[in-house]
């Protein structure tokens, strides 16, 4: 197939098939469908999106992002999945995991979803690497740049600074202000 016109009668199948795993052409969702060596442990499907909106939708400052992990499991074994984040320079500037909140045990088919804060990363492109971790310390899947997200800025009033911020994170938290 060539711009969705068939250019052989042979193979159609065949063709057909390679024709359906182009890209999806959106950065934040990407199809893998790898598996462990031993065929038990597929990751199907990663991504960032907005929170409670589909993976089209652009991402800003201002919203919640969050992270999605579709798996099948057909092991007993205890599974987590690490993430590590890379700025547009290629520098790694998070890291975090399911460990500590939840383990992928779980057989079956299954979706998991990592939610950070609105206003935590700052504008900009990232890189997500994925590691499927096996009993805490085998790594089973390794995917490098499984996927990307950017994040654009907030709208602001005019006569404000429209620069970008240094670093990755922006971050807005909480302050206390104790009167002595």
Same mark, same amino acid.
């Not at 934040?28 to 960032?48: C, H, M, P, Q």
């Not at 079956?108 to 890189?127: K, S, V």
């Given at each position: 197939m060539e711009n969705g016109l068939?250019?052989?009668?042979?193979?159609?199948?065949? =063709?057909v098939s390679e024709y359906l795993k182009v890209d999806t052409g959106i950065s934040?969702?990407? =199809?893998?469908?790898?598996?462990?060596?031993?065929?038990?442990?597929?990751?199907?499907?990663?991504?960032?999106r907005?929170?409670?909106e589909d993976f089209s939708t652009a991402i800003s400052m201002s919203d919640s992002i969050e992270f999605y992990f579709d798996f099948e499991n057909l092991s007993d074994a205890i599974h987590h999945i690490t993430i590590k984040i890379k700025g547009e320079n290629g520098e790694y500037c998070l890291s975090t995991s399911?460990?500590? /909140?939840?383990?992928?045990?779980?057989?079956?088919?299954? =979706?998991?979803?990592? /939610?950070? +804060?609105?206003?935590?990363?700052?504008?900009?492109?990232?890189?997500?690497?994925?590691?499927?971790?096996k009993n805490e310390r085998e790594v089973i899947i390794s995917e490098t740049d499984a996927?990307?997200?950017?994040?654009? +800025?907030?709208?602001?009033? =005019?006569?404000?600074?429209m620069g970008k911020s240094e670093g990755y994170f922006k971050g807005r938290?909480?302050?206390?202000?104790?009167?002595?």
């Open positions: 068939l250019k052989s009668g042979r193979d159609t199948e065949k =063709i934040n969702y990407r =199809i893998l469908n790898t598996k462990d060596e031993s065929g038990k442990f597929l990751l199907k499907e990663v991504g960032a907005v929170k409670n399911t460990f500590h /909140q939840t383990n992928l045990h779980w057989k079956g088919n299954n =979706i998991i979803t990592m /939610q950070f +804060p609105e206003y935590l990363f700052n504008q900009g492109a990232f890189f997500v690497d994925v590691l499927v971790v996927f990307s997200f950017n994040v654009l +800025p907030t709208p602001r009033p =005019i006569g404000s600074w938290f909480s302050c206390k202000n104790i009167n002595l």
